[in-house]
Structure formats: C-alpha cells, structure tokens
C-alpha cells in the first residue's frame, strides 16, 4: 500500500432521508453494486467477506424495510477522487468514499479505539487509522492490518440522478463494527479430550488473533487457548493508562464469543514443557496435550530488580488488572514512587498525578525515552512531566525499600537520597516468557527470544511463535532479525501463523506501529528506530505539536508525532509501499506531500 494525495473542494452536504416501503432487490447487492460475495462464500467466509447487511440477508431474508435507512448524502461532483466524507444518515452516520470514479460507504470509526477514519489516511483500496495504524479494506470493510479484533459494515451505494445515495441497516449504523463470519468445530470432542489439532500457548493479541483467523478462514477442526492468567483476554495497554478500569471493562471477547466459535479457553493454566518430538505440551497441573499445530505466544516477564528489602509490601510490577487497581487506591493521596522510565512506567507516573499527593519518577539515564525517541523528545517529554508536578530522580538506583509492618514506607537510593513512598511501580523492562520451552527443542537466541521465519514458523515442525518472545524478519528493515513489542505487531504475527498452520503460504509484511498516552496528550510511531544516528524534527517541541523524523545513513526509518495527526499514519502507508524518504526530503520543513488536507 503506498501513499494517495488528493486536492479536494469543500463539500456541502445535504441529507435527505427517505422510508422505504419494500424490500429492495439491492439486498443481494454488494457495496458496489456486484453480486453479493455469500454467493460463492463459505460458510466462515474465506472466499469473501461480508458485511453485517449482506450477513442479515442471508441468516435473515425477512428482514423488515424499518430496519434500513436510506440517505441523498451528495452531489457525484461534490467528491473528488481520493476523497472521504463522514454523512450523516439520520440514524447514524458513515464513511462515503470515491475511488477511481467509484464510491463506496463503510463505518467511520475505527472498531479498535473509534478514531474517525475520515482523517485518516485513503490509499489503494484502503483506509488507514489516524490513531494507530489499523487498515481496513474500503470494498469489504475488512481488517487487513493491525492493530483491533473486528471489521467496518460495508453499506450500498447507488447513483440516481448524479445523486449519491447510501442504504444501510440501522444496526450496523449504530455499532460500527463487524465480526468476520467464522465456522465451527465439527470434530466430536469433549473437553477431557487429550489432544488438540491447534494449541494456542497464550491469549494476548497475537494467540487470539490465530484463533479467530484459524474459525474465519474455515478451520474446523479442535482449537484451545490456554492462559496462566485467570481473565479472559484484555486490552493490555490500558493497564498502564487507566489504572482503575477492571478486567471486564477491559476484556477484548467474552465468553460467549468462545463458545459460540468453539475457541475453547483454558484460563489459570501453565505451561511447564513442551516436546517437539512427541508434539506434547505438559501444564502444571500435570495435564498432558497432544497437537498438531501449536502457537507460542506466551508474551513478556518483567526483569526483576535488585534491591534490599523484597518482603516489603505494596510494590508492584503491573502486570494484571487487579495490580492497576491496587496500585491506583494505594496512590490516593499518598506517595507514589515509579521506578524506570519505560513506556509503562511513564504512562503509569502520568495516570497517578491526579490522584497521589506525590510522584517519584527514578531513572538510570539522564533523559527519559532517550534511547527510544531521541534527547530532544525525551526532554520535552520530561519538561511536560515536571509541569505536572512529577519529580525525576535521574542517574540514580534504588538500593533499598524499607517498611513499616511490612507496608512500604521509603525507598532509597544508591546516591542516599531517601523517598516517602506509599506504593511503588517497577517498569525496568521485560524479557521473553520462554523459560518453560527450555528442553523443548525449539530454538531460542541467548536473550531467550524464539527465531522465526517470515512465516512465524519456528525451527520445529508444526510450531509457530509470535508476539513479545520472537525476533522476525523486518521486511522495511532488509529483513533484519528484530524484536518488537508492540499491541499491534502481536496481532499480525497471530494473523500470518493461522494462515500458514492452514497452508495458505503468507509472509508477514507490516509497519510496526505504537503510540503513548499521557496527560491526555498521544505519541504516535511507525517504523523502526533502532540504530538511527539523527532525529529531524519539524514542529514546536515546546508547544508539544511535532513531528520527528529518525535517520541513519540519510535515510528516515521511523517517525513519531504528537498533535501532527495522521502524519504517522502517513508515513506508514509510505514506508509500506516499499518507497524509502530520504533525509533531504524531511529536512526542508515542507511536508505538504505527507499530509492529506483532503480529509475533514
């Protein structure tokens, strides 16, 4: 996918809504006008994917005219090429697009954090999230990059007397969003059964995102999911944003979901071996499982930090939502102290100042996300902290916790510094969780991270790792081996092992994207930094609106924006069209080629 400009004209939008007295033939019509792709469809819709309107017409072919909308939204003149406009249908509101002389209308809000895609960025056949990265398909609606589980409604589109006009199912209109249509198991089993054709080891983004895949590209044979953690799976990434939110608020599927795509789900389950040869996997608990495909996508474990006094009560490393929930009534009113300047521990020593009395940031650089975005980032970023009453302790170490009846009370530091401390946060990074695949037979690198191939395919047949424990071929990067640990990058990675557990040879081809949020404020970031030996920044870093462009040897491998939106989106849809930005490009200060004014 590469960039797409377009030079639009203001439009004047005009509704007109009108009540339909009968059902329509355009109910077997796709989108854009072509035969409804149900009829050549498998039932999980592998051969074509399908809106929640097409779905209803098919499950339900008595559907009731008052369940549909019909809107005049504009004028064939009033969109140009390469434009989208967000109109209003009376009952909700949707995404007109023009493409190629064609329109087409899906969702307008991103299904992940319902970011409006009006500004985001349209190119080839798709819309790409202004918040973070997600892609979905314009014809279709469906997802095809990452991050988010669920796809847009498509609705109809028909010209009649240059006026265009869009019918929808008032549903759709409302949810704007869309689950792919999956099969079932049809394998007679029952849950004591000791053998699984797939086993997921994992249910972070990238172990639910296979599972799914595997049920909506017709897989129908056995799939379990287990997971050491109690929960179904959740957002992660709000941990660490939004302490007090629990793990139903949080929670990515219910079980309902599970069971009705018979995705079976083993929670509080651990796994101590796993042996390649026998294609077994051994839980705690001493439950033995045979599979035939298995996925490892076990995620990350916090690095312990060394230091006196590990008896002490109420430190945390925030790893569940029940540690973010404790952690947030500990801080009311009360001294906080947050160790590390990662990513979790800044969004975390931002979520507590309006509730603790105080804020303790200690690092062992000098600058925060130094490494990451570069001095000059990492100091406006820190400045924005200080003015929100956070207090950095620099260059420093802990070397101590001390307690009161077993409470925490203080920590120290190894330059003698002493901290009122109520609570404490340790965010000092993470490494993979693959200690249990230790005698397994899969390959592991020195760090413990799991080698793949651009197919997710470990060194062991019919094993597959994704997420956190892996390094992968980068394809923007010359297929360096990397490691990136990002929400959405897990999602790709579940997405191309289901395709290649069924066969359907994939090779993973993405942008890694991320983003932050802090004080209401979001960094957002595409690429891949490592290694960069210049930062090109555009913008007022003082203001907080920028943009920064990462360099090495006169070449731009990554960007980060805060308030600049969609420039990252932008770029992204640059870098994975396979087109390189050179330095030169970015240093003039002219980025009216990246960004779209097109949209509003």
Same mark, same amino acid.
């Given at each position: 996918m590469g ?13 007109e809504?009108?009540l ?7 109910d ?7 035969? @409804? ?6 039932p999980n ?8 309107? %097409? ?19 504009c ?14 249908l ?6 007109l697009?023009? $493409?190629?002389?064609?329109?087409? #209308?899906?969702?307008h809000k991103?299904?992940?954090y ?8 349209l190119?080839k056949?798709?819309?790409r999230?202004?918040w ?20 847009l409604p498509?609705?109809?589109v ?14 759709? *209109?409302?949810?704007q969003k ?8 049809s /394998?007679?089993?029952n849950?004591?059964?000791s053998? @699984?054709?797939?086993?997921i080891?994992? /249910? ?8 799914e895949?595997l049920?909506?590209?017709g ?12 929960? *179904? ?20 599927r ?13 929670t ?11 294609k077994?996997?051994?839980f ?11 996925? =490892? ?5 916090p ?12 430190v ?6 029940e540690?973010?929930?404790s ?7 009360k001294?906080?102290v947050i160790?590390?300047?990662? !990513? ?7 979520a507590?100042?309006d509730k603790?009395h ?7 650089? /000098? ?8 001095e000059?980032v990492?100091?406006?970023?820190m ?15 802990v070397s101590?916790?001390?307690g ?7 920590? =120290? *530091?190894? @330059?003698?510094?002493?901290l ?16 249990f ?7 592991m ?8 191939s651009?197919t ?13 424990v ?10 360096k081996k990397?490691n ?12 191309? #092992? ?8 994939? $090779? ?15 960094i ?5 930094g490592?290694? !960069? ?6 913008g %007022?870093?003082?203001e ?15 960007v ?11 770029v992204?849809?640059?870098f994975?069209?396979?087109k ?6 970015? $240093?003039?200060? %002219? ?10």
């Amino acid at each position: 996918m590469g960039g797409c400009l377009s030079k639009p004209k203001p439009v004047e939008v005009k509704v007109e809504l009108s009540l339909l007295e009968k059902e329509k033939e355009a109910d077997v019509m796709s989108p854009n006008g072509k035969v @409804s792709p149900f009829s050549d469809c498998r039932p999980n819709g592998a051969l074509g994917h399908c809106s929640d309107e %097409d779905t209803s017409a098919m499950l339900r072919p008595y559907h009731k005219p008052r369940d549909y909308v019909e809107a005049s939204v504009c004028h064939v003149k009033d969109l140009e090429n390469g434009q989208m406009r967000e109109v209003d249908l009376g009952s909700g509101r949707a995404l007109l697009i023009k $493409e190629h002389g064609e329109f087409s #209308a899906i969702g307008h809000k991103c299904p992940h954090y319902g970011a409006p895609l009006v500004k985001g960025v349209l190119s080839k056949g798709y819309v790409r999230c202004p918040w973070h990265g997600a892609c979905f398909n314009i014809a279709t609606g469906d997802i095809e990059d990452f991050p988010g589980l669920d796809s847009l409604p498509t609705f109809q589109v028909r010209v009649e007397k240059d006026k265009v006009i869009i019918r929808a199912n008032k549903q759709a *209109l409302q949810s704007q969003k869309r689950t792919k249509a999956m099969s079932r198991c049809s /394998a007679v089993i029952n849950s004591s059964t000791s053998f @699984s054709h797939v086993l997921i080891i994992g /249910a972070g983004p990238a172990g639910l995102v296979c599972g799914e895949t595997l049920r909506q590209e017709g897989f129908t044979d056995r799939i379990v999911m287990c997971t050491m953690d109690k929960h *179904l799976p959740y957002d992660r990434p709000k941990l660490s944003k939004s302490l007090e939110s629990t793990a139903e608020q949080l929670r990515l599927r219910s079980m309902e979901f599970f069971q009705t795509h018979d995705i079976e789900l083993l929670t509080e389950k651990e796994v101590v071996s796993v042996d390649v040869r026998t294609k077994t996997v051994t839980f705690q608990d001493g439950l033995k499982m045979e599979y035939r495909k298995l996925l =490892v996508a076990t995620g990350s474990r916090p690095k312990p930090l060394n230091y006196k006094g590990k008896d002490v009560g109420n430190v945390f490393y925030l790893r569940t939502p029940e540690d973010a929930n404790s952690i947030a009534r500990l801080a009311n009113n009360k001294n906080a102290v947050i160790v590390g300047t990662s !990513f979790i521990g800044m969004e975390v020593a931002a979520a507590l100042t309006d509730k603790a009395h105080s804020v303790s940031v200690i690092g062992i650089e /000098a600058i925060p996300f130094r490494k990451s975005l570069g001095e000059k980032v990492g100091k406006a970023i820190m400045k924005m902290f200080e003015t929100n009453r956070v207090k950095f302790y620099m260059q420093n170490e802990v070397s101590e916790m001390r307690g009161h009846h077993g409470q925490l009370k203080e920590v =120290v *530091l190894k @330059s003698g510094k002493v901290l009122r401390a109520d609570v404490c946060v340790i965010g000092t990074g993470a490494g993979p969780a693959t200690s249990f695949l230790k005698q397994s037979g899969v390959h592991m690198d020195s760090k413990g991270f799991i080698p793949v191939s651009k197919t997710m395919q470990t060194n062991a047949e019919g094993v597959f790792a994704g997420g956190d424990v892996v390094t992968f071929p980068l394809s923007t990067r010359s297929n360096k081996k990397a490691n990136i640990s990002h929400w959405q990058m897990a999602h790709v990675h579940g997405r191309i #092992a289901a395709l290649n557990m069924m066969g359907t040879t994939t $090779e993973i081809k993405t942008v890694p994207y991320f983003w932050t949020a802090m004080f209401g404020k979001s960094i957002r970031y595409a690429g891949y930094g490592e290694g !960069f030996d210049d930062v090109i920044i555009q913008g %007022d870093l003082d203001e907080l609106k920028f943009v920064a462009f990462y360099t090495k040897n006169e070449e731009v491998i990554a960007v980060a924006s805060m308030n600049y939106d969609p420039i990252v989106s932008r770029v992204a849809e640059v870098f994975g069209s396979g087109k390189t930005i050179k330095k030169r490009d970015v $240093e003039t200060g %002219d980025m009216s080629w990246l960004i779209d004014k097109g949209t509003q």
